[in-house]
């Protein structure tokens, strides 16, 4: 049994203490503007190197951006995890408003220095990067360098960074609030419970299908009910998205967030190209369950039913353990760094009413600290959750002897490093059972997340990008945008889906999440990406830890392709890069089947 107790509520008066009506927090925002005016000063007096003698002052002003940059990050965490702990906190979200004004005013302050790069001729700007003072800002200044020739005039680049704090940006703040004042009533055990939106989505695995349906059913009425608000704030946050990009004459609308990602569209259509050929497989899988469930076909609330009578549960304490107990047979370093996070309150776990849905890890760079969010209630899938966010909590930790400016990584090698501590916990605890019923349940909790990644977040995948090329025709309406989603699942699930979701468009945040466009894909890209990872990991055992974090350490300072190709030796342009990985996920498959049809 578990002899310490690890905090189940994170803390964040070591930050600000307060919450937001923290006097420090307060006065750490206003201290914002300041350190932009010299920031901006120092910008404008800045000209465009002749030589390589410019070399000092572009380092001054990289320390300048970086200051900034922390500053800004330290804050922006801060409120998003006020706000997502109690969503009634209205005075987190008007500091959030206040904040995301300052920040667009960074934009134009930012995007004049890459324009005066963009102006270096090449030889000079050669010269610089040859330099002691920025030989290692090498990656990030080319790729500001040839940012800066796709982009407008500062002037129209500053221009549509001002409209989008009331536009834009306020756009993602209102789906916040949206579904944060949504609760719904359903009857669980004989009882009757309100709950949030996060509460009755962890209803999705309770063994009584009529628990389940009523969930479902609960949150699809009240999302029928105002689905003209979700629909109004997905269109007009697409809109903005999109008038911006017509304006710079982008035509395709992954190119942004391909762009982001560091990542060719040969890649990304190699990735689903290679999923696609082998979905027959999965969606075997999902009638072997329906046959398993007694039902026809699988209902969307169906995906997360068990099949067994394995009460395979743990509470948070022994959650914990066991996570730091398998972090601890990878390497050293992972189980320490998890510890830490446990014992100093880094993680916000309990459940109870007003906490925002889902979960997600962000970080404190003044203070090299990382920040979890999650609804615990106990389910083997919580216990992966967790060790997922702690995975991206570990990506930060390894980033911390790179400078600030080289840790900016993208959302697809973020997912790489969080799924890899996933696939760790799921691992042992398919190999740890104690019975055949509960290797089976947990079994199915791997493929369930292989399902996700290749079904379900290709769904998002298709929607998105269907909506968007009919976003440009004009305003979509909501009963096109549930056809498009329904379709999108149809096809994504390959003939396994009975019930669909219409309403997913406006229950899943990340189709509204300003900063990173198209938070979809990334997530697949890092589970397949971590398999090969994983893969060479249970080959070294132990040694690896320290391969793994000199990759992690170059996830901002290259594209994937680079990376995957200077540390795993992979082409992943190519199919086959991908189907290796889909290879060792239908092997579960198999053996989930073998299992259950004894």
Not at 216 to 236: G, P, Q, S, Y
Request: with cysteine; glycine share 6%.
């Amino acid at each position: 049994m578990v002899n310490v107790k690890y905090p189940e509520v994170w803390d964040l008066d070591v930050f600000f203490p307060g919450g937001s009506e923290s006097p420090q927090l307060i006065e750490h925002i206003e201290s914002l503007t300041p350190k932009l005016d010299v920031l901006k000063e120092k910008i404008d007096m800045f000209e465009v190197p002749q030589n390589s003698g410019a070399a000092l002052e572009i380092q001054s002003i990289l320390e300048s951006i970086k200051e900034v940059m922390m500053h800004i990050s330290q804050a922006g965490a801060v409120l998003s995890c006020l706000t997502a702990q109690d969503t009634t906190d209205r005075d987190a979200l008007l500091l959030q408003g206040q904040l995301s004004g300052i920040a667009a005013n960074s934009s134009p302050i930012l995007e004049s220095f890459n324009q005066k790069l963009g102006k270096i001729d090449q030889a000079t700007f050669k010269a610089l990067l040859e330099t002691a003072e920025l030989a290692q800002f090498e990656f990030i200044l080319t790729e500001w360098r040839e940012k800066s020739k796709e982009s407008l005039s500062e002037e129209e680049e500053a221009l549509i960074s001002a409209l989008g704090v009331d536009g834009y940006s306020s756009w993602g703040q209102l789906y916040n609030m949206l579904i944060g004042d949504i609760k719904v009533e359903v009857e669980v055990n004989g009882e009757k419970k309100l709950l949030s939106v996060g509460q009755a989505n962890n209803l999705s695995s309770h063994k009584d299908r009529t628990v389940r349906k009523a969930a479902f059913d609960a949150l699809e009425k009240v999302f029928t009910e105002r689905e003209e608000f979700f629909a109004k704030t997905l269109n007009h946050l697409a809109g903005f998205r999109l008038a911006v990009y017509k304006k710079r004459g982008w035509d395709s609308v992954t190119k942004e967030p391909l762009q982001i990602n560091r990542m060719k569209q040969e890649t990304i259509d190699a990735m689903w190209g290679a999923i696609t050929s082998r979905k027959t497989t999965f969606a075997g899988y999902l009638q072997h369950k329906a046959n398993l469930l007694g039902t026809e076909q699988l209902d969307w609330f169906d995906f997360d039913a068990p099949v067994t009578d394995s009460t395979a549960t743990m509470s948070y304490q022994d959650g914990a353990e066991f996570i730091l107990k398998h972090f601890g047979r990878f390497g050293s370093e992972m189980e320490s760094f998890a510890r830490t996070a446990f014992e100093d309150g880094w993680i916000e776990a309990e459940d109870r009413d007003n906490k925002r849905p889902g979960g997600f890890c962000t970080g404190m760079p003044l203070s090299d600290q990382s920040r979890i969010f999650m609804t615990y209630s106990g389910s083997m899938s919580n216990v992966s959750t967790l060790a997922h966010e702690l995975g991206h909590a570990f990506h930060t930790y390894a980033l911390r002897p790179v400078h600030p400016l080289n840790r900016r990584y993208a959302m697809n090698v973020a997912e790489t490093a969080s799924t890899f501590a996933e696939m760790i916990v799921a691992d042992a605890a398919v190999e740890e059972a104690t019975t055949e019923q509960e290797k089976i349940a947990l079994l199915e909790d791997k493929i369930q997340r292989s399902v996700a990644f290749f079904m379900n977040i290709h769904a998002r995948y298709l929607f998105e990008t269907r909506f968007y090329e009919e976003r440009k025709k004009g305003i979509v309406s909501t009963k096109r945008l549930n056809e498009l989603m329904e379709e999108a699942q149809i096809e994504a699930h390959a003939g396994g889906l009975g019930e669909t979701h219409p309403h997913f468009w406006a229950s899943k945040m990340h189709f509204y999440i300003t900063g990173v466009p198209f938070y979809n894909f990334p997530y697949t890209f890092g589970y397949l990406f971590s398999l090969s990872i994983y893969a060479k990991a249970k080959e070294e055992g132990k040694g690896f830890e320290e391969k793994y974090m000199a990759l992690l350490r170059d996830t901002a300072v290259m594209t994937v392709e680079e990376l995957a190709m200077k540390h795993l030796g992979e082409d992943i342009t190519k199919e086959d890069f991908w189907l290796k990985g889909i290879a060792l996920c239908e092997k579960d498959v198999a053996e989930f089947i073998a299992l259950t049809s004894k």
